[in-house]
């Protein structure tokens, strides 16, 4: 009887033991005086265990600013590593974050805005090991006035086939 108790609390803790596997990743990052400028890059690094590569990712790009920011948009370039590679593919995105009328797009309290917007739906990530997502921002005002922070979230969506 002692030995099955045992047996049953070791293989619960191995169990119990198991990293989790990754349903979703949030980072944010602060910009220093909200000013952010362009040599001020902002890395973010994920690390994806071998079951994870399974899957489809959506992937989100989240802004916080004030209601002063003067633009009704912002450009970053958005640079991926991948695991085992030294360098990075960089591709510069537009994102929206007021309608024509000037109305911010994001969820605001008093004077400051949060945006969450998709920059890849079903993305595959396809090996094991981690990934670095950086994100500079690339207007033609430097440094860049009124932003609070910026980050990542990247969730998991459906099973690949």
Same mark, same amino acid.
């Given at each position: 009887?002692?030995? @099955?108790? %045992?047996?049953?609390? /070791?293989c619960m803790l191995a169990v119990a033991c198991k990293?989790?596997?990754?349903?979703?990743?949030?980072? &944010? @990052?602060? +910009?220093?005086?909200?000013?952010?400028? *362009?040599?001020?890059?902002?890395?973010?690094?994920?690390?994806?265990?071998?079951?994870?590569? =399974?899957?489809?990712? %959506?992937?989100?790009?989240?802004?916080? $600013?004030?209601?002063?920011?003067?633009?009704? %948009? /912002?450009?970053?370039?958005?640079?991926?590593? /991948?695991?085992?590679? !030294?360098?990075? =593919? *960089?591709?510069?995105?537009?994102?929206?974050?007021?309608?024509?009328y000037g109305k911010w797009l994001g969820s605001g309290?008093?004077? +400051?805005?949060? $945006?969450?917007?998709? +920059?890849?739906?079903? =993305?595959? /990530?396809?090996?094991?090991?981690?990934? @670095?997502?950086?994100?500079?921002? %690339?207007?033609?005002? &430097?440094?860049?006035?009124?932003?609070? !922070?910026?980050?990542?979230? *990247?969730?998991?969506?459906?099973?690949?086939?």
């Amino acid at each position: 009887m002692k030995l @099955r108790f %045992n047996c049953l609390l /070791l293989c619960m803790l191995a169990v119990a033991c198991k990293p989790p596997r990754m349903e979703t990743f949030e980072k &944010n @990052r602060d +910009i220093p005086r909200s000013q952010w400028t *362009i040599d001020n890059k902002q890395s973010f690094e994920l690390e994806l265990a071998p079951e994870d590569t =399974a899957f489809y990712y %959506n992937m989100y790009i989240n802004v916080r $600013h004030t209601d002063a920011y003067p633009y009704s %948009n /912002l450009w970053l370039l958005v640079g991926t590593q /991948l695991p085992g590679d !030294s360098t990075s =593919a *960089i591709r510069r995105i537009e994102l929206p974050l007021a309608d024509t009328y000037g109305k911010w797009l994001g969820s605001g309290v008093d004077d +400051i805005y949060e $945006h969450r917007i998709p +920059i890849q739906q079903n =993305a595959i /990530l396809p090996k094991p090991g981690t990934y @670095r997502f950086t994100f500079e921002q %690339n207007m033609r005002q &430097n440094p860049l006035p009124e932003m609070l !922070s910026v980050g990542l979230r *990247i969730e998991k969506a459906a099973p690949r086939k």
